[in-house]
């Protein structure tokens, strides 16, 4: 069962565009939601992450979106680098445990 | 930033052969984590770990699968006997806190490649 969904599997921007990563989950108890990017040959690390007190967190040009309601979050990438490109994951995790689950990752390209 | 240290950073074994993954997670960190990554998916949590206990694992946590940290040195992994899908890359992870919102910190990978 996946329990953390992610689309699209891979996305193709401009330089200076927006990128838009989707991610939903089912599991209401899910409290943490962090992405994390992964260049090729090395480890996932953090980029960003948002607890559902907010609907928004900003870092630079990076901004996660929050919708509880609806069970889903985003990714915007603004004014996109090339150097952006990478596989980005979203993952949830639930108060009552500490394992992450992982989305199925987004391969983003950033075309100068 | 703080490292993790994974030795070695690949593997390769016979099938049904013991394998053993080192971490050397960040100094002052107390909770481990092995993660699984088959070639371009997604990563799978597989187990953590807290003061020589196993506190979570997942089904992919199979009976052949140990962790240990014997004394403060490497978080290990061992797979005994090998498996065709065992072939993976194997991330460690380790974080200062236990909370579900802390961060953690992801080593570089172990390539394990079973014949």
């Known amino acids: 069962q996946q329990q953390v969904r992610q689309s699209p599997q891979s996305l193709t921007v401009w330089e200076g565009e927006t990128a838009i990563l989707n991610c939903s989950y089912e599991?209401?108890?899910?409290?943490?939601f962090p992405w994390y990017h992964q260049f090729p040959g090395e480890s996932p690390a953090l980029l960003i992450a948002i607890r559902p007190v907010s609907n928004k967190k900003e870092d630079g040009r990076f901004t996660i979106f929050f919708n509880k309601r609806e069970k889903k979050f985003s990714l915007h990438i603004a004014d996109s680098q090339p150097g952006d490109s990478a596989t980005y994951f979203c993952?949830?995790?639930?108060?009552?445990?500490?394992?992450?689950?992982f989305g199925t990752g987004t391969k983003l390209q950033v075309v100068p | 930033g703080p490292k993790v240290l994974q030795i070695p950073s690949h593997q390769i074994i016979d099938m049904g052969q013991m394998v053993t993954l080192n971490c050397d997670p960040v100094s002052n960190h107390l909770y481990f984590y092995w993660y699984k990554q088959i070639l371009g998916q997604q990563m799978e949590f597989l187990v953590n770990f807290y003061n020589g206990k196993v506190m979570e694992k997942s089904k992919l946590f199979k009976d052949q699968f140990s962790v240990e940290r014997p004394d403060g040195s490497y978080f290990t992994l061992k797979i005994q006997p090998t498996a065709l899908e065992d072939s993976a890359v194997y991330f460690c992870?380790?974080?200062?806190?236990?909370?579900?919102?802390?961060?953690?910190?992801f080593g570089p990978g172990t390539r394990l490649t079973v014949l």
């Open positions: 599991d209401s108890t899910f409290d943490y």
């Open positions: 992870a380790s974080s200062l806190a236990g909370q579900f919102y802390a961060e953690q910190f």
């Open positions: 993952a949830a995790s639930s108060n009552s445990g500490t394992y992450q689950r």
